[in-house]
């Protein structure tokens, strides 16, 4: 293998302590080291060796140093795209006027003859381990690509070391027997990085001294798969890789994705598949694989599998500690930042690693934090700033994952200002409850509530029909701008069997339906941020209530697969009508009579336990509907009615307080709540308007006036609205 020049520079480095090594100590360095003895080689018959040649290479390092450096540069524009030794030799025996050239000659060295022998076509890295590059044994080359070939063009140096897994991954290869190691770790974790950090070792010759001169490659099994519509083509494939590899002692398979093994080109019938090919050259100790899957194929695949999985030596990668992740993205963030042509500060790292630990659960690091800084080097390069910041990293990481994290701007503050006032025009009669309810979720939005927690835990409590869900969906509205898809509303009376935790997360694998998530996790994996409405929550199963207990408490829960969601940009509201009016009136102590409102804890820990009930932020206790309320909601659904039959072409003219006297008469006050409001707009005024609109054969808009018959019969009368006539009613809204 011939060695090149980045390689004699890193020998050189290590050799002299020299930053900048020139000529003659690379060719020191070159003689000193002599990997793969090609110098040796290089040599014969040429009047030096590599003993004899250092004397006058040490001599003229200090003597030809400027003359030196400018001949090196002339060298290295002359060269191919990855200079080599042998075109510094070569570029030395054109120049025999140069310092190091008269050195060299003086002590013995024949040019004429060096420079034939550099004239001699170097063998290729498959001829020299012994494989046929005229026959199909030129497998390697077809099927897999050479990972210490990219290592020598220097694209992996943006990789940070590893050396604890890179030992013991040195020590599975340097064994007599099974040498071969399964990498297994969640995906991201670095498992592919960590051999390409290998293969960058032994380019620059820092692994024991059995390692050095291997050659690591990659198969890609698609390709060895890929055409083979004929039985014994693929078979024939891989029995000519394995040829080529067992022929080859210094190289190393390395097969991303191992798990594919399993099955690969198994045809219907045949038990055979690549898998059960590897296995007897494997136990033999003649080949060297590294493979790379995640730890649950792993266990899938190659752990159900003895005779497969006894044959690796499974080396597990831990998510790495902080001060590791830091380090392994600072060495990705430089390249990072010349590629982009920014600048990434070491507090932006550390912030980087902060906010995808906190907003990305489900992802490992360093990959999730390399990505975020990836995307939002794209952003400020695109903009010209030139400096990454914070708020960079914020922006970007909210539009990745569609979660409000990014900075509040102006707008948003002014919406949070305004959100008691917007909640209270919506929410009758339960001014406490929302001010509670807005003050924690204000805090939590600006970040100043502890970062475990969601934007809100309550439990809404007090009788149906006082406004519990309505400010769920209100919530919604104000802060996530879309009510439908911002809330999940999730009736608890449906989840009161003991499967019901599975309808929530899905089913652990092996059992039905174990392919679909559940209701909660489809939300959260598609939207992320919103309300989640446990709607009467009194009568779910209990494990259920006991699932919720995590996500109440760290704002995470864990789907049936394992993959974790974070919750803690969602407002989580539990409602229950397990406290009674009764249970709610208040008592009057004292001779000034002075209301005490009863304690709901106690009453509460008849239906749940007390650990759940303190993971909440604030049990909400809604007041009961007066007769002003009342009247203040009748108006509200009024007024929606009429708008929704406006823009359907029906304009009604009607009395205000007449019309919500009707629809209040005979609803039991405040035991029916706004429900029942909500119930008799919808049947005694839109029903009777839909039920005429049938029968009329004009055209265009029409007009209904609440008048007596309506009052009296339910009976309402349409009128053809004239163009030329615009509609108008005595102080009545329509």
């Given amino acids: 293998m011939q060695i090149t020049y980045q390689q004699l520079r890193i020998l050189a480095r290590a050799e002299s302590g020299e930053a900048e090594p020139n000529l003659a100590h690379l060719l020191l360095a070159w003689a000193t080291r002599d990997p793969g003895d090609e110098l040796s080689a290089l040599l014969d018959g040429t009047g030096l060796d590599t003993t004899s040649i250092r004397v006058p290479l040490q001599d003229a390092i200090t003597a030809c140093l400027e003359p030196d450096r400018s001949l090196l540069l002339d060298c290295l524009r002359a060269?191919?795209?990855?200079?080599?030794?042998?075109d510094l030799l070569r570029y030395l025996c054109d120049a025999p006027e140069y310092v190091l050239t008269r050195h060299l000659v003086e002590a013995g060295l024949v040019l004429d003859r060096l420079r034939e022998r550099l004239t001699e076509p170097p063998p290729s890295v498959l001829a020299e381990h012994g494989i046929r590059v005229d026959t199909e044994g030129g497998a390697i080359?077809?099927?897999?690509?050479?990972?210490?070939?990219?290592?020598?063009?220097?694209?992996?140096?943006?990789?940070?070391d590893r050396p604890v897994e890179i030992a013991r991954i040195a020590k599975i290869l340097m064994r007599m027997e099974k040498r071969n190691c399964a990498l297994t770790g969640d995906a991201g974790t670095g498992k592919t990085a960590l051999v390409e950090l290998l293969a960058r070792r032994i380019v620059r010759g820092e692994v024991p001294e059995p390692l050095r001169g291997l050659r690591i490659y990659e198969v890609r099994l698609g390709e060895l798969v890929a055409g083979t519509q004929y039985r014994g083509t693929f078979e024939e494939r891989v029995k000519g890789l394995?040829?080529?590899?067992?022929?080859?002692?210094?190289?190393?398979?390395?097969?991303?994705?191992?798990?594919?093994?399993?099955?690969?080109?198994?045809?219907?019938?045949?038990?055979?598949?690549?898998?059960?090919?590897?296995?007897?050259?494997?136990?033999?100790?003649?080949?060297?694989?590294?493979?790379?899957?995640?730890?649950?194929?792993?266990?899938?695949?190659?752990?159900?599998?003895?005779?497969?999985?006894?044959?690796?030596?499974?080396?597990?990668?831990?998510?790495?500690?902080?001060?590791?992740?830091f380090q392994m993205v600072r060495a990705r963030a430089k390249a990072l930042a010349e590629h982009h042509g920014v600048k990434i500060s070491d507090d932006v790292i550390r912030r980087a690693i902060e906010l995808t630990e906190r907003h990305q659960p489900a992802r490992s690091q360093p990959d999730k934090t390399r990505d975020l800084l990836d995307d939002t080097c794209v952003s400020v390069g695109l903009r010209g700033d030139g400096q990454?910041?914070?708020?960079?990293?914020?922006?970007?990481?909210?539009?990745?994952?569609?979660?409000?994290?990014?900075?509040?701007?102006?707008?948003?503050?002014?919406?949070?200002?305004?959100?008691?006032?917007?909640?209270?025009?919506?929410?009758?009669?339960?001014?406490?409850?929302?001010?509670?309810?807005?003050?924690?979720?204000?805090?939590?939005?600006?970040?100043?509530?502890?970062?475990?927690?969601?934007?809100?835990?309550?439990?809404?409590?007090?009788?149906?029909?006082?406004?519990?869900?309505?400010?769920?969906?209100?919530?919604?509205?104000?802060?996530?701008?879309?009510?439908?898809?911002?809330?999940?509303?999730?009736?608890?009376a449906e989840y009161n069997l003991p499967s019901a935790v599975t309808k929530l997360v899905g089913a652990s694998a092996g059992y039905i339906g174990h392919e679909k998530d559940g209701a909660l996790i489809r939300w959260l994996h598609t939207r992320g941020s919103g309300v989640i409405l446990f709607d009467e929550i009194e009568k779910a199963h209990p494990e259920v209530r006991t699932l919720l207990l995590g996500l109440l408490?760290?704002?995470?829960?864990?789907?049936?697969?394992?993959?974790?969601?974070?919750?803690?940009?969602?407002?989580?509201?539990?409602?229950?009508?397990?406290?009674?009016?009764?249970?709610?009136?208040?008592?009057?102590?004292?001779?000034?009579?002075?209301?005490?409102?009863?304690?709901?804890?106690?009453?509460?820990s008849r239906h749940f336990p007390q650990e759940f009930l303190a993971r909440l932020d604030e049990i909400v206790i809604f007041n009961a509907l007066g007769p002003d309320?009342?009247?203040?909601?009748?108006?509200?659904?009024?007024n929606e009615a009429v708008a929704r039959l406006e823009r359907n072409g029906v304009h009604l003219v009607y009395e205000p307080a007449r019309l919500i006297d009707h629809l209040l008469e005979g609803q039991g006050g405040a035991e029916s709540g706004a429900r029942g409001i909500a119930g008799a707009v919808e049947k005694k005024v839109v029903q009777p308007i839909a039920t005429a609109k049938v029968y009329w054969d004009g055209d265009g808009a029409v007009e209904v006036e609440l008048d007596e018959a309506f009052f009296s019969e339910g009976r309402v009368t349409l009128r053809q609205v004239e163009p030329e006539s615009p509609q108008t009613g005595d102080g009545d809204e329509s």
């Fill in 79 to 86: 060269a191919r795209r990855r200079p080599t030794g042998r």
């Fill in 242 to 325: 394995i040829e080529a590899l067992e022929k080859s002692p210094r190289a190393v398979l390395f097969v991303d994705e191992l798990h594919l093994l399993w099955g690969a080109g198994r045809a219907e019938g045949a038990p055979m598949d690549a898998s059960n090919m590897f296995k007897p050259v494997l136990a033999r100790g003649k080949l060297r694989v590294i493979g790379a899957t995640t730890t649950e194929e792993y266990n899938r695949y190659i752990a159900q599998d003895d005779a497969l999985s006894r044959r690796f030596e499974e080396v597990r990668l831990q998510a790495p500690k902080s001060e590791l992740v």
């Fill in 553 to 604: 408490d760290e704002g995470r829960i864990h789907s049936a697969k394992g993959r974790a969601y974070d919750t803690r940009q969602c407002i989580v509201i539990l409602t229950t009508n397990a406290l009674t009016p009764d249970d709610l009136g208040e008592t009057r102590m004292g001779f000034g009579r002075e209301a005490i409102k009863p304690d709901p804890i106690p009453i509460l």
């Fill in 141 to 160: 080359k077809e099927f897999a690509r050479d990972l210490t070939e990219l290592a020598e063009d220097g694209q992996f140096d943006g990789l940070s």
């Fill in 629 to 638: 309320e009342l009247r203040q909601i009748a108006t509200l659904r009024i």
């Fill in 388 to 492: 990454v910041s914070e708020h960079d990293l914020l922006e970007t990481l909210s539009e990745s994952t569609g979660l409000p994290i990014a900075e509040l701007t102006g707008e948003d503050r002014t919406r949070l200002r305004e959100l008691p006032a917007a909640l209270k025009q919506r929410i009758i009669g339960q001014d406490a409850a929302v001010d509670c309810v807005a003050n924690i979720v204000m805090k939590q939005r600006q970040n100043l509530g502890p970062e475990q927690r969601n934007l809100g835990a309550f439990l809404f409590g007090g009788s149906t029909g006082v406004g519990k869900t309505e400010l769920a969906r209100q919530l919604a509205a104000a802060l996530f701008h879309d009510e439908k898809k911002a809330l999940l509303h999730l009736d608890m």
